[in-house]
């Protein structure tokens, strides 16, 4: 909280906050509203960059007091396996409680049907939404940001959702000054967004300055991949490559981690931190829009999963 | 020009600048934002490449730049912003979080929505129209909102021969207009978005304008006020109490600083109790520090062991607000269904929620002319009035005009938790501007 802004007219106002302390702040406001108000909040933890960002600002929230939170991973049965490794080391480091909800066993279960584009992604939502329903958490926090994808803009901070989860734009609350309203009957719940005002290069910014460890797939590195749709997948036993597809080595990193079916990586030679950032400062792509698959499917894609429920 | 290095060490030591556009239909508000976005250069290809896409799907020759902030369904079909959009484009200068909110009247909440975060709105107007009135009704809400700083962009120059006279009469008149509203500060600035003149680069067509173009303005407004007049105040969120071997006593008091400045040493009180105590110690996120400040999150330990929990506000000893149960309020109803006298709802105040009663709703604002509507009995979306409320329990209230995040309430439904109403405590929001104006008949038409 040190960082001290200098005005643009040079001088140095000492109660002036930096961009990212002003983000972190109201962050944790976030967090502690609902540690107040709401009986199950959970937050869901994939072990991607925005995940481990909320936690980290959940741990600052509460101290020198355990985060007072669960966490819950859907897990695509497609995830890297750096990234599940990840997850269960940053869970026993701080003697937290993960939920899984797999959607490999809903489709083993014969309750989901694989997609015959391979994806994953959207298969997530019964499974999360079932999991909602069944540990009956009444605050589910998202890393989601409005600066993702326009739908995502529209997103409330405090979002509610019915008893199907789904989610109406048209009849969100009005959101006024930092009063959030978090009431809701029995079976509904609210997801809680509380990094909704940060961008893409805030996020890596704070993670620089905070000295935030990530799995490695967010680094350069060589990894076997093969190109679809103009993204570069990683092959595996997921489903790729196909046999026109062909199998190369290149240095890459991911922007996202999400499931291999449809997240793809960027060539990049940035091994570190400050790299990265640059990578990013410099990007004319969006994050998604380099490497999501999924919400290249139609012009309201993540409209349309959002209404059904995903986060 | 910057390197991307150059701007990414820049960017790390900036600060944040919230602010809310507002204007009519076609004002050309979406062409002053997609000019912001593109010209600094915040539009990134693929966004770009999207909206084109989109843009030649429907038949338009050109990338429509509205698409890129109706991000929903709804909105692309219809062609109109329904709800507040959320833009973030940075400048090596400072960062911005851009509300974008609707024109339409019947949007007037979302306006509030807006306006409620931001420390700046621009408002738009067509220079061949000059002031209307839903530029009259964009300046109310502002004052209303107690926004810090307004800036008048007369838009579409080009369209009257960029003729300093024209944006001279319609700055002079806007001025006076919004003056007389309690509106601190205007700056006025002649532009056009579709040329790009005035926004991002200075217009090579108006040298009589020597102030700044718009994007110079949005990076040099001052963010911080001077916290030293602020009364300070600290409503508590959560009491952080880890019972662990490793801290056993430890008993703090989280939450984000409202307003002012904290010391510790401090003398203190603790309302609605009252009892007072001292600060022992400021701990801001894992250090621990001798001052604090808005809008730091921060956790506060006491001195002695008193009764402190969540909705309680801790505040200066020799300077800590009143405790009452009757709120007077402007509010500004956002909710479909009604608010009505003898209604009982719930009141949310800062980190507080009590059972309340709408006493008596005084009277309804006509935005189209700012006249009174006396005892109208009960308000519908978008009006703007004043209502009386008690509430079940004491309140540590402040006038909003003195401090936006203590002054400010929400009336929730207690039945399906709707909110209803947004609340600004305290006397009429043109108080200020009565005062210093030495309050004159037509002045006290202003008292809603």
């Excluded at chain 2, 400040?293 to 309680?312: F, H, K, N």
Aim: glycine content about 6%; charged content about 25%.
């Amino acid at each position: 909280m040190s960082t001290v802004a200098t005005v643009p007219d040079g001088t140095v106002n000492p109660y002036a906050l930096s961009h990212l302390d002003s983000l972190e702040s109201e962050a944790v406001h976030i967090f502690r509203e609902v540690a107040g108000e709401f009986e199950r909040p959970v937050i869901l933890f994939s072990g991607g960059k925005d995940s481990i960002l909320m936690l980290h600002l959940a741990l600052k929230a509460f101290a020198p007091a355990p985060v007072p939170f669960t966490l819950l991973h859907v897990d695509t049965g497609h995830n890297f396996p750096e990234v599940l490794d990840y997850r269960d080391r940053t869970v026993e480091k701080h003697g937290l409680r993960l939920h899984v909800a797999s959607v490999q066993e809903y489709i083993d279960a014969g309750k989901l049907r694989e997609r015959p584009d391979g994806t994953r992604n959207p298969l997530q939502t019964v499974p999360l939404t079932e999991a909602i329903q069944r540990h009956r958490f009444d605050a589910v926090f998202g890393g989601g940001r409005r600066d993702e994808e326009k739908a995502r803009a529209k997103e409330r901070v405090f979002s509610l959702r019915d008893e199907f989860s789904q989610w109406d734009p048209r009849r969100q609350r009005p959101e006024l000054w930092q009063l959030y309203n978090g009431r809701h009957a029995p079976g509904e719940h609210v997801r809680v967004f509380p990094i909704s005002n940060w961008t893409e290069l805030d996020v890596w910014q704070y993670i620089e300055r905070e000295g935030i460890e990530l799995p490695e797939i967010y680094f350069a590195h060589e990894r076997e991949v093969f190109s679809r749709s103009g993204m570069w997948l990683t092959a595996g036993d997921w489903g790729g490559p196909k046999d026109h597809e062909k199998v190369e080595t290149r240095q890459v990193r991911y922007r996202t981690v999400g499931d291999m079916s449809c997240t793809g990586a960027v060539d990049s030679d940035a091994t570190t931190l400050d790299a990265v950032i640059t990578e990013i400062a410099a990007s004319r792509l969006t994050e998604r829009g380099a490497t999501r698959a999924d919400d290249k499917m139609s012009e309201a894609a993540m409209e349309d999963r959002k209404r059904e429920g995903y986060f | 020009m910057t390197t991307p290095i150059q701007l990414a060490e820049q960017l790390s030591a900036t600060t944040l600048l919230r602010f809310a556009t507002a204007g009519s239909v076609d004002d050309g508000k979406s062409t002053l934002v997609g000019r912001l976005l593109h010209d600094s250069k915040s539009v990134l290809t693929d966004q770009l490449e999207a909206v084109t896409q989109a843009s030649l799907g429907r038949g338009q020759e050109a990338p429509d730049l509205a698409l890129l902030t109706d991000g929903l369904r709804a909105e692309r079909e219809q062609g109109i912003t329904i709800d507040v959009a959320y833009r973030y484009f940075a400048t090596p200068r400072r960062r911005f979080i851009l509300a974008d909110t609707p024109g339409h009247v019947q949007y007037t909440r979302n306006m509030v929505t807006g306006a409620s975060t931001a420390e700046l709105a621009v408002v738009l107007v067509d220079a061949r129209n000059g002031v209307v009135e839903q530029t009259r009704r964009h300046a109310a809400v502002a004052a209303l909102l107690r926004v810090p700083h307004v800036v008048l962009a007369v838009n579409k120059m080009d369209l009257v021969d960029y003729a300093e006279p024209v944006f001279a009469a319609i700055a002079e008149e806007f001025t006076a207009y919004a003056a007389s509203l309690g509106v601190p500060e205007i700056t006025a600035i002649p532009i056009s978005a579709l040329a790009g003149d005035n926004v991002v680069e200075p217009s090579a067509h108006m040298d009589w304008y020597g102030g700044p173009t718009v994007l110079e303005h949005l990076e040099t407004v001052p963010v911080s006020h001077d916290l030293t007049e602020c009364h300070a105040r600290f409503p508590v969120q959560v009491v952080i109490r880890p019972q662990t071997a490793e801290h056993p006593d430890y008993r703090g008091y989280a939450g984000q600083i409202a307003a002012g400045v904290f010391r510790v040493g401090e003398r203190v009180s603790v309302l609605p109790s009252g009892r007072t105590t001292t600060i022992e110690g400021i701990d801001a996120l894992g250090e621990s520090v001798d001052v604090a400040w808005a809008p730091q999150s921060v956790t506060i330990r006491l001195a002695d062991d008193i009764d402190v929990s969540r909705g309680d506000l801790i505040a200066p000893a020799d300077d800590a607000p009143a405790v009452t149960q009757d709120v007077e309020a402007t509010v500004c109803h956002v909710a479909d269904q009604p608010l009505t006298v003898g209604q009982r709802v719930l009141l949310k105040h800062t980190t507080r929620t009590v059972k309340a009663i709408v006493k008596d709703i005084p009277s309804r604002l006509t935005l189209d002319d700012l006249s009174q509507h006396p005892a109208p009995g009960k308000l519908v979306a978008n009006d703007i009035g004043r209502v009386v409320v008690r509430t079940a329990e004491p309140l540590a209230l402040d006038a909003y005009a003195d401090s936006r995040r203590t002054g400010s309430f929400l009336l929730i439904d207690p039945a399906d938790g709707t909110t209803l109403t947004a609340g600004m405590a305290g006397a009429s929001f043109a108080a200020e501007a009565d005062a210093d104006a030495d309050t004159s008949a037509e002045d006290a038409e202003w008292d809603f």
